[in-house]
């Protein structure tokens, strides 16, 4: 790929807290929509904020979905500003955290966040047949939900159920899949606080947390990428997922990061940077969109 047309991101991002500024990589120009409730009588966390270019229209949409173990984390600094400047959308969204919800509250508040934003594509110049979703960590296992039940209506739950939460395609930073093999011992752990109870006598919840476990033939497209020297979720956690889906005809692209930890400057090297690039432009702006 062309010098100038390599997208750049702070992996920094990942973690920050915006105290009031302007987030890291936004457009001078920017079109910004902050704390967005979507849904009816929302929760606190119950919010999104939507960044459009300046100009533009029928945008294609990438969501960011952030991490931090189910329990903690923000919408707040979200990476990947700078696709504002290669003609996307992106929205970053809260949902509601284990310590005040158990699984599949969090699902059901993405899902919700889709659908917002699918019902009100039009007025901010988003193409509702192109909308994409990100996410690392706990963020990369709700994105991995999001693309594989999307036939799965029990969590479509709340507002604007005359739109779909299909989701046209799936980046997943390093995100935990099947959370019996990862829980290796007894005890309190950001899972056990996920499902609300430890997973040795909650097997079933568990297994309803998997993404694994809704993979069917014609979920949209993956990116997987994970670090091979990752302390919190093993590699093994991804390949699973990939495994999966190419086993069901997805297509997937499993890209390992050599020397890679949970995160870090392993994922934004100019490689990382273009396979997430095009990966983006492939299946949101590339690709023809067939109507449902």
């Given at each position: 790929?062309?010098?100038?047309?390599?997208?750049?991101?702070?992996?920094?991002?990942?973690?920050?807290?915006?105290?009031?500024?302007?987030?890291?990589?936004?457009?001078?120009?920017?079109?910004?929509?902050?704390?967005?409730?979507?849904?009816?009588?929302?929760?606190?966390?119950?919010?999104?904020?939507?960044?459009?270019?300046?100009?533009?229209?029928?945008?294609?949409?990438?969501?960011?979905?952030h991490?931090?173990?189910?329990?903690?984390?923000?919408?707040?600094?979200?990476?990947?500003?700078?696709?504002?400047?290669h003609?996307?959308?992106?929205?970053?969204?809260?949902?509601?955290?284990?310590?005040?919800?158990?699984?599949?509250?969090?699902?059901?508040?993405?899902?919700?966040?889709?659908?917002?934003?699918?019902?009100?594509?039009?007025?901010?110049?988003?193409?509702?047949?192109?909308?994409?979703?990100?996410?690392?960590?706990?963020?990369g296992?709700?994105?991995?939900?999001?693309g594989?039940?999307?036939?799965?209506?029990?969590?479509?739950?709340?507002?604007?159920?005359?739109?779909?939460?299909?989701?046209?395609?799936?980046?997943?930073?390093?995100g935990?899949?099947?959370?019996?093999?990862?829980?290796?011992?007894?005890?309190?752990?950001?899972i056990?606080?996920?499902?609300?109870?430890?997973?040795?006598?909650?097997?079933?919840?568990?297994?309803?947390?998997?993404?694994?476990?809704?993979?069917?033939?014609?979920?949209?497209?993956?990116?997987?990428?994970?670090?091979?020297?990752?302390?919190?979720?093993?590699?093994?956690q991804?390949?699973?997922?990939?495994?999966?889906?190419?086993?069901?005809?997805?297509?997937?692209?499993?890209?390992?990061?050599?020397?890679?930890?949970h995160?870090?400057?392993?994922?934004?090297?100019?490689?990382?940077?273009?396979?997430?690039?095009e990966?983006f432009?492939?299946?949101?702006?590339?690709?023809?969109?067939?109507?449902?």
């Amino acid at each position: 790929m062309p010098k100038h047309t390599r997208f750049l991101f702070s992996f920094a991002a990942l973690l920050a807290c915006s105290c009031g500024a302007a987030p890291r990589g936004l457009p001078a120009d920017a079109i910004t929509h902050l704390n967005i409730p979507y849904a009816a009588g929302a929760a606190e966390r119950q919010n999104l904020d939507l960044y459009l270019p300046a100009h533009g229209t029928n945008l294609p949409l990438i969501v960011w979905i952030h991490g931090g173990g189910w329990t903690e984390g923000s919408k707040e600094n979200p990476p990947g500003l700078k696709f504002l400047d290669h003609g996307f959308a992106l929205a970053s969204l809260n949902y509601r955290l284990s310590q005040d919800a158990v699984f599949p509250a969090q699902l059901i508040d993405c899902k919700s966040a889709i659908r917002w934003l699918r019902a009100h594509a039009t007025e901010n110049g988003i193409n509702p047949d192109r909308i994409g979703v990100w996410g690392a960590s706990a963020g990369g296992h709700l994105v991995a939900l999001l693309g594989t039940t999307g036939d799965a209506k029990e969590f479509d739950q709340g507002e604007n159920l005359n739109v779909s939460s299909k989701v046209r395609c799936v980046c997943d930073w390093f995100g935990p899949t099947d959370l019996i093999k990862i829980t290796k011992e007894p005890g309190d752990s950001p899972i056990t606080r996920l499902i609300g109870g430890p997973v040795a006598e909650n097997h079933d919840k568990a297994e309803r947390a998997n993404p694994i476990h809704y993979i069917a033939k014609g979920d949209p497209p993956f990116l997987i990428m994970h670090g091979d020297k990752d302390p919190l979720v093993p590699l093994e956690q991804s390949q699973l997922l990939a495994d999966a889906l190419e086993k069901a005809g997805v297509p997937v692209i499993f890209n390992v990061i050599p020397n890679g930890g949970h995160g870090g400057p392993g994922f934004t090297t100019p490689e990382e940077r273009d396979m997430l690039y095009e990966f983006f432009v492939k299946t949101l702006k590339d690709t023809p969109i067939p109507r449902e």
